[in-house]
């Protein structure tokens, strides 16, 4: 490091998929005082929290994984949960940024003070800190539902992403809340070794069809002798999905909208042969609203003869099982709740102080809000992948977090410097991103009325409205001109 720069401390908050690649992607640039403190006892975030059975990531392998660490030994199209945890432990071991992580620290306050952050976690106080990044995910915190007796049930009961490995389901009566993407994907793997499998309906969903074949020795073998292949699929899938789905979903592309239309809405009318059923698991929102599920053996689980869809509103739970709105009791053995995350969150319960004594919760105490979903008003240094409005339903998420580092990055380049001690965007330029946003959020197919994840408390959708290539356009480069820069 040049004798004129300052030598910047630090903290990275998470160690999951988006923590790793920070960590790495800091000390490429030269940044040598970076620690990362996780709340739990191993690396991984999502990938290591949910190990239910079926786990299968939606979006192809090939474009699933770091920019600088392509891998030719996937197993399939998509890659299962284990595989892409392996994967992420894999990269953090070649780069070697394990030693930086500081496990079961999860942070508990940030108090920014004379130009920097001191921070506590419950293993106490960490010192002080020029700069905070977080990377704590969307999918943490799990939500429980809010159903009667739920504490009474007498057998096994566990949210999807506390998933309970010691509880066999081989020849149990197993009830599942819940049918998002991992419920679905729950049914799929279970139904062929349990007694009878309950799924209790709120909402049918959409559901694109995915073929996920394995890759062939041929392939692998491929793939190794030739990596540029590997950079061309990684290339390709990305901007496959950026210029045609994300950008379907906003609005921006409504032949290939059409198309995804068309598709959902014959899988369902061609793998669902009881028309009484097809009614019951066609949804009456647009396709997409709600995250599109995509699955190749969804339909077909739900229709073998030890499985039921139960669409009579749950009223309560017992200790033998769930009750249903018709009087039924839906006798079970095991519950398992797949009613997803709070995805809203972020890094709450964290107590976060900034500037003159101001606190996050005051801030987002209407909604969530940042500038560009990187920073925020009067939380100088405070960078954020993930953060409000970051294109969760869009993309790939690995895609995103490297954009939004890079954004950040450029910024704390500033303060190593010398440039800049304190670097935050000035609040009228955020109030207008953020004009700008809920405007264009109405084109998008999320804010066409259905409930979703995608949702605040507020009934605002809390995504990204614009294309692919924009976002790309507003992580390349800072506006200087809209930050605060002391």
């Not at 891998?71 to 940024?97: F, K, L």
């Not at 009878?196 to 969903?205: A, G, K």
């Not at 979903?249 to 669902?272: H, S, T």
Request: proline share 7%; with cysteine; aromatic share 10%.
């Amino acid at each position: 490091m040049p004798d004129n720069q300052r030598q910047l401390r630090i903290a990275v908050i998470g160690a999951g998929a988006s923590g790793i690649m920070a960590l790495i992607k800091l000390g490429e640039a030269g940044y040598d005082e970076v620690v990362a403190f996780e709340k739990a006892g191993d690396l991984g975030g999502t990938w290591r929290d949910n190990r239910y059975p079926g786990l299968t990531c939606d979006v192809p392998s090939l474009a699933y994984r770091y920019s600088f660490a392509p891998n030719p030994d996937w197993s399939r199209v998509c890659a299962p949960g284990p595989e892409i945890h392996a994967y992420v432990r894999s990269v953090a071991e070649r780069y070697g940024v394990e030693s930086q992580i500081r496990y079961d620290s999860e942070v508990t306050s940030a108090r920014f003070h004379d130009g920097r952050w001191s921070l506590e976690t419950v293993q106490g106080p960490q010192g002080d800190f020029d700069v905070v990044l977080t990377a704590t995910g969307v999918l943490h915190h799990p939500v429980y539902p809010d159903i009667p007796g739920l504490a009474d049930f007498a057998g096994p009961a566990f949210h999807t992403a506390r998933w309970n490995h010691d509880v066999s389901l081989a020849g149990k009566r197993v009830g599942i809340i819940g049918t998002g993407s991992t419920a679905t994907q729950i049914t799929g793997a279970i139904v062929g070794e349990v007694a009878h499998l309950s799924l209790f309906q709120r909402t049918p969903q959409w559901i694109m069809p995915g073929p996920n074949p394995e890759y062939t020795p041929e392939q692998h073998a491929e793939f190794h002798a030739h990596p540029e292949l590997l950079e061309e699929e990684y290339q390709r899938l990305n901007d496959q999905q950026g210029v045609n789905f994300a950008d379907a979903v906003i609005g921006e592309n409504p032949a290939v909208y059409e198309k995804m239309d068309f598709l959902c809405r014959q899988n369902l009318e061609n793998n669902v042969r009881d028309p009484e059923l097809r009614r019951r698991l066609t949804p009456d929102y647009k396709v997409g609203c709600k995250r599109l599920i995509v699955s190749d053996n969804f339909y077909d689980a739900i229709q073998q003869p030890n499985a039921g869809l139960v669409t009579d509103a749950i009223t309560g739970i017992e200790p033998g099982g769930v009750r249903t709105a018709d009087g039924r009791l839906h006798e079970l053995d095991v519950l398992v709740l797949a009613t997803g995350f709070n995805t809203h969150q972020f890094f709450r319960p964290m107590t976060v102080t900034g500037k003159g004594g101001f606190t996050l919760e005051s801030a987002w105490a209407a909604r969530n809000q940042g500038y560009m979903s990187v920073t925020t008003p009067g939380f100088p240094n405070w960078f954020m992948i993930g953060g409000p409005n970051s294109p969760i339903g869009n993309f790939s998420w690995l895609v995103t977090a490297e954009n939004q580092l890079g954004f950040a990055m450029k910024l704390m380049d500033r303060l190593r410097a010398g440039n800049a001690r304190e670097i935050a965007p000035k609040p009228e330029a955020t109030a207008a991103y953020n004009d700008a946003l809920n405007a264009k959020m109405k084109d998008t197919v999320w804010a066409s009325g259905c409930r979703s994840w995608y949702i605040d408390g507020e009934g605002r959708v809390a995504s990204w409205p614009w294309t692919y290539a924009t976002f790309l356009k507003n992580m390349a480069e800072p506006v200087l001109e809209d930050f605060e820069i002391a």
